[in-house]
């Protein structure tokens, strides 16, 4: 594919195959060794660059990101972040006088997270960074640097532009030459999959990325997703919210009006991966793991199907057959998703080893409307982890529903898990231990209309008197 | 002019700029060629046949090794020649490379590597201490014991005894920078290694031998690590052995790097440990006797396991007095990755088995725990001056009778605590007293969210317990403009080593730190170095290149002194000068005087740490150079519904004598506490059944993120010199702070604490561990 983007400000326009990394192009052909890899899977950020397109800058992982994905914007690697005069950053200049580098591997990576959020003005250093692993510091040193730099000037070479002139349409008319495709709206994508019906599409790779870097998986023809103007939209009306596939979680996140919610996203994965990732790659996948559609469940949203121009929608929960398995005919994508707009009773926990940048052992999301006596009005609950498919607790929804929602009704209810759920024993959590506090979700769920601090993140340490 | 200044990291600007270069960016010759391994799919067995067609038809290959087409050694092993670079048909673990692919391209080795058809004969593979001591599967002939008195007598006499198990699990290193590895052909025979290694000189030997020449034609360069650990002292070796027997079959450059994956499935890792303990205490928890048993997993080779086993058994004390003691270690042998190194080198091990035991007997008497640490420290030397003084009643840490120095149980004296005064000036700084009320009143409030805090020391030992290891070398040049050449043969791994050790040449010559030009670490300029490891690099490099610079500036001193007229002590060497009298010179200048006298402006320098002498087999002598002290507490909280934890507080003070450079030891303090609370909480390995680890790259292994380190973190050094004469009196710092993650550890086991059932936490506290401790002890 005949792709062209700005490097550093340069315009840059190469032949590529679909699945060259922009890691490896970097260091190996432009001969740009500063971007490191470090896990080659996008979970330590040693690889960060930062990525301009039209919705302005962001942090991406360079060791899952395909060159085309990369058509028509602007990147900047951290050997593009001191000015062309050889000026460092002010963020360079903070961590230089911070110590925030011990070995420096990790470092081009915190630098390129750190000029983005200075570009952009983000000041929560433990979010945005949560994507960054860094082994020697501690990250204390790190984290008073980000806060020294904040007021600085941006420098103006920060403010990329995609380049000057570049074939928009790397789709419909050169799909004769190459099977791989780059459409920019969802028609010229439906026609694609039809032609290819069992062809990878590839929306923010930071899946795919690893069935490339990890498994030498070879992905046939190629549609990359992020041109497709139409399938990135947020459309609102006075009940629901519809969220185009491409759309990515990090606008999900700002998108859907639950605060639950939007607390989840901002553990999922990390900046990165979320800047990445979309809400329609985390739900075609079909992973058992992944965290957004227990929570979608839960609210009772709707996915919408496309296959040539024949449409078809249904509740998100019965998107999941099995294990690996989707109601998904070949030929046909995730077109978007409707999310109902309810009032916010939106409960969700998620369950990992780390708190931040981990996949869930168990992620539970519990939506219980109350009637006027003070019951539970046909609850949802759906959890991930707990089995083969993302998953509702029909039997417990049945036992709490028409129940006062009260402690003691959950734990009547709470037997009925058993029923719904037989989950796995693997690295991340035994079978026992999964049960065990997804049933204390369902506990903390109706503790948390009670009001008392229920989260660790809410604590703080004991002062001097 | 004073040596110790908080200056950067000396290539802070190149890491920020991504100009500094790591093993994988130094530009390669063309045609390099790039090797992957192909590995073992079974724990266990017998290779019964191997086919490798596919793999040399794949694309871009351009050779297959096997240990068949190996020249001479096949062994990579640090130690005891058991470590085949290429399996000789007995598979020992599960990841152990088979065949090595060489290709055209990184991405290509990998997928050739993966298309080996391999027919294994499985055995049961040997995989948990259980495992092992079922098949008496170990290294060396029985257990290792060391005791002091008679610990059956004490525990059977003494007023209280508990007993327990704990289990520790092993750490990743998770450097950042994978193992990688270059080797460049040159003449004759002659080969160049580029290589992330803490011990250039082990790679130079290894890959020597496995060419089967002398040690001088080999050269090990290294730059710069990304991060080491220790994961970096014997790992490496596997990697440039493969790419200098590629290169010289080739005759062209041949480069390594272990994927992610393939680094964690093939090197080794932190040892895990079983520790069970029996103590006797009396009333006042005064410990009488601890008797301890370790079980320590070795993997499959011996690699570096028997010294890390004996420094587990050298830090059974910590900072305690232990009237008797007996550790027993037995060495197992298991079908897993051979653990090895990492940043304590066992000591953790064993000190957390003593900060467990001192937290169970505090949970029988119902004391603070500080208050029995507090009764069993380590005396301070003014303690002990104050003892003899007053004849009396003390304070804690009271030297009994006639007995003046205390012993550790393998009869060191210990004559530099200063635990007690430092734990003192912690506890009150941290408010520790107030806030583990604090801490009780929440929890009496909190059904759901509890709270724990925990003040733990540190006492940890510095010198290589292979006494021969305490050495090492330097070489400096002056150039005649005055600029300095600066090599020795410690490694940079981020520890800013090579900073500390330039502020101690610049001092010498008393120029400023832009006039020496620090260099790679390189077997051509110093021989015969040891690992940088065991926290050892700036005290032994510091009074390396002390001495060369020394050596030099004497010359010089004593050459100007005949022109100027004046006596050698008389020149002064500062602020970029040298004074002579009334005259005043620049550096560059003198230099360029003594070269034009023919003045020999290059010298060698050499060091060995004096004063230790160690038997590892009776278990007798003093090991140890000097200690280095510390203490820290942590208050965390723990959601009691799924484990779930945070660290809201941690509070330092550590003793790094009179640092060098107090900015990059404060780095180093809370560096080594977030990976040491790490290692004791999210870092969690887990083997399946059949012995692979499933747990293999940072999607699964959770090493701490940005929010991990505690809410509030305040670190600050302890104002004292070192007694030992060291490099301007500084302590060594790499390792131990490593071991304030204890804190943490039980502070988790305090928030935990409900009733008379102690919560026995085993490591690492994942919430998973926590609930269950919780739930066990409801």
């Known amino acids: ?193 039809v032609e290819h019906p069992h062809g990878t599409i590839v929306a923010g790779a930071t899946d795919v990325g690893l069935w490339v870097t990890k498994h030498h998986a070879p992905l046939g023809p190629v549609a990359f997703l992020h041109a497709c103007d139409d399938l990135k939209e947020i459309e609102e009306t006075e009940d629901a919210i519809r969220l185009g596939a491409a759309v990515t979680i990090s606008r999900a996140m700002d998108a859907l009006p639950y ?58 929960e019965d998107f999941f057959l099995d294990y690996k398995k989707q109601d998904r005919a070949p030929g046909e994508f995730v077109e978007a998703v409707t999310v109902p707009k309810r009032p916010d009773r939106l409960r969700v926990y998620k369950l990992s080893k780390r708190a931040d940048q981990d996949i869930s052992a168990v992620c539970g999301a519990f939506y219980v409307p109350l009637d006027k006596a003070g019951n539970a009005d046909e609850p949802r609950i759906a959890f991930g982890g707990m089995a083969g498919t993302p998953k509702r607790a029909l039997h417990t929804e049945a036992a709490l529903h028409d129940q006062p929602w009260t402690i003691a009704s959950v734990e009547r209810a709470l037997p009925a898990m058993a029923r719904d759920f037989q989950p796995l024993s693997d690295m991340r959590a035994s079978a026992e231990y999964r049960l065990h506090t997804a049933k204390n979700m369902l506990l903390r769920a109706v503790m948390a209309d009670t009001g008392a601090p229920l989260s660790v993140a809410e604590v703080r340490a004991e002062m001097r008197a | 002019m004073s040596v110790a200044k908080p200056l950067p990291h000396d290539a802070a600007r190149l890491h920020v700029t991504g100009a500094a270069r790591y093993t994988d960016d130094v530009p390669t010759p063309s045609g390099t060629l790039h090797l992957a391994f192909g590995i073992s799919r079974i724990a266990r067995g017998k290779v019964i046949s191997m086919d490798l067609a596919k793999v040399r038809a794949a694309p871009g290959v351009i050779d297959v090794l096997t240990a068949q ?254 009237p008797t003691a007996r550790i027993t270690s037995h060495r197992l042998k298991t079908n897993t990755q051979s653990a090895t190194a990492f940043r304590g080198f066992g000591g953790p091990q064993g000190m957390v088995g003593i900060e467990r035991v001192v937290d169970h007997v505090a949970h029988h008497l119902s004391f603070d725990p500080l208050r029995v640490r507090q009764a069993n420290f380590y005396a301070s030397p003014s303690h002990v001056q104050a003892m003899t003084a007053a004849a009396g009643g003390g304070p804690p840490g009271e030297v009994q009778g006639t007995k003046k120095v205390q012993t550790t149980p393998y009869g060191m004296e210990v004559t530099d605590s200063v635990i007690a005064d430092l734990v003192e000036v912690l506890a009150e700084r941290s408010d520790y007293a107030a806030r583990r009320a604090a801490v009780a009143d929440w929890n009496a409030k909190n059904p759901v969210l509890k709270k724990g805090i925990a003040l733990t020391p540190v006492k940890f030992g510095i010198s290589f317990t292979l006494t021969h290891l305490n050495q090492a070398g330097a070489l400096v040049h002056v150039y005649a403009d005055g600029s300095i050449h600066l090599n020795h043969g410690g490694t940079e791994m981020g520890q800013g080593l090579f900073q500390k050790v330039a502020q101690v040449a610049a001092v010498r010559f008393g120029v400023g730190m832009e006039a020496v030009r620090i260099t790679a670490t390189d077997t051509a300029k110093v021989p015969n170095t040891s690992a940088t490891a065991a926290s050892s690099g700036s005290d032994l490099n510091g009074m390396a290149v002390k001495v060369a610079c020394d050596t030099i500036r004497d010359r010089m001193a004593e050459h100007l002194a005949q022109i100027y007229q004046v006596k050698p002590a008389e020149i002064v060497f500062a602020e970029g000068r040298v004074r002579a009298g009334g005259d005043d010179i620049s550096f560059g200048d003198a230099a360029a005087l003594c070269y034009g006298a023919r003045v020999s402006l290059s010298a060698t320098g050499f060091y060995k740490t004096p004063d230790i002498e160690w038997d590892r087999i009776k278990g007798k002598g003093r090991p140890f150079f000097y200690f280095a002290y510390g203490a820290s507490v942590s208050e965390v909280v723990v959601d009691t519904l799924t484990g779930e934890n945070r660290i809201l507080r941690t509070d330092i003070i550590h003793d790094a004598g009179r640092s060098l450079n107090p900015a990059l030891d404060k780095g180093q303090v809370e560096g080594a506490f977030v990976q040491g609370a790490g290692w004791l909480t999210m870092e969690e390995l887990v083997w399946d059944d059949k012995g692979a680890l499933k747990t293999h790259a940072p999607s699964t292994y959770k090493i701490p993120a940005v929010a991990d380190r505690p809410e509030i973190f305040n670190v600050s050094l302890w104002d004292g010199e070192n007694a030992a004469d060291t490099i301007y009196k500084s302590k060594a710092v790499g390792e131990p702070p490593f071991m304030h993650g204890i804190s943490v550890f039980l502070a988790l086991s305090h928030a935990l604490t409900q009733g008379d059932a102690y919560p026995a936490l085993d490591a690492p506290a994942t919430p998973e561990r926590l609930l269950n401790t919780w739930l066990r002890c409801g």
């Open chain 1, 1 to 193: 594919m005949e792709i062209t983007f700005r490097l550093n400000g340069e315009d840059v326009t190469l032949s590529t195959e679909p699945t060259t990394t922009l890691l490896d192009w970097l260091r190996e052909d432009r001969g740009l060794t500063g971007t490191k890899e470090g896990c080659n899977e996008g979970d330590c950020g040693a690889c960060t660059v930062m990525v301009t397109d039209d919705q302005g800058p962001k942090a991406l992982n360079a060791c899952i990101l395909f060159l085309p994905q990369l058509h028509g914007k602007a990147v900047r690697t951290v050997e593009g972040i001191a000015a062309p005069c050889g000026a460092l950053h002010p963020v360079q200049e903070a961590m230089v006088d911070h110590h925030g580098s011990q070995c420096g591997f990790c470092t081009p990576g915190f630098i390129v997270s750190m000029a983005t959020d200075h570009l952009t003005g983000s000041k929560d250093h433990d979010t945005t960074l949560a994507g960054n692993l860094c082994r020697c510091t501690g990250y204390a040193p790190i984290i008073r640097a980000a806060r020294a730099a904040e007021a600085a000037p941006i420098p103006e070479h920060m403010r990329d532009t995609p380049p000057s002139s570049f074939p928009k349409n790397l789709g419909g008319a050169k799909r004769g030459q190459s099977p791989h495709a780059l459409p920019t709206t969802s028609d010229e994508l439906a026609a694609w999959a």
């Open chain 1, 259 to 316: 605060e639950e919610l939007r607390e989840m996203f901002r553990r999922y994965g990390s900046t990165q991966v979320r800047n990445a990732a979309t809400i329609g790659g985390n739900i075609a996948n079909g992973s058992p793991i992944g965290d957004s559609p227990p929570p979608l469940v839960a609210l009772g949203a709707t996915l919408h199907l496309r296959r040539g121009d024949t449409r078809r929608a249904l509740p998100l």
């Open chain 2, 69 to 322: 087409d190996l020249p001479a050694e096949n062994d990579v092993s640090p130690s005891n020649h058991d470590e085949p670079l290429l399996s000789d048909g007995t598979v020992h673990y599960l990841g152990q490379p088979l065949f090595a692919v060489v290709a055209k391209s990184h991405l290509a080795a990998r997928y050739a590597a993966t298309l080996g058809e391999v027919e294994y004969s499985e055995e049961t593979p040997i995989l948990t201490v259980e495992d092992a001591l079922a098949a008496d599967s170990r290294f060396e002939d029985g257990p290792r014991i060391y005791s002091k008195g008679d610990v059956e007598a004490a525990l059977t006499a003494a007023p209280h005894r508990v007993q327990g198990t704990l289990v520790l699990g092993g750490q990743e290193h998770f450097y950042l920078e994978g193992q990688s590895a270059l080797a460049v052909p040159g003449d004759d025979g002659d080969m160049v290694v580029h290589c992330s290694t803490q011990h250039p000189t082990e790679i130079q030997h290894k890959v020597a031998e496995a060419l089967g020449v002398p040690f001088a034609l080999v050269r090990v360069e290294v730059r710069r690590m990304g991060g080491g650990f220790g994961g970096k002292e014997s790992q490496g070796n596997a990697l440039a052995v493969a790419c200098a027997i590629a290169a010289a079959r080739s005759g062209r450059a041949c480069k390594m790097r272990y994927d992610r994956d393939d680094d964690m499935i093939i090197t080794g890792k932190r040892h895990d440990f079983r520790i069970d303990y029996d103590v006797g205490f009396d009333d006042d928890g005064r410990l009488c006797g601890v008797d301890f048993t370790h079980y320590v997993r070795c993997g499959w080779a011996m690699d570096l396991s028997l010294p890390v086993a004996d420094r587990a058994m050298l830090h059974s004390d910590n900072a305690y007095d232990l």
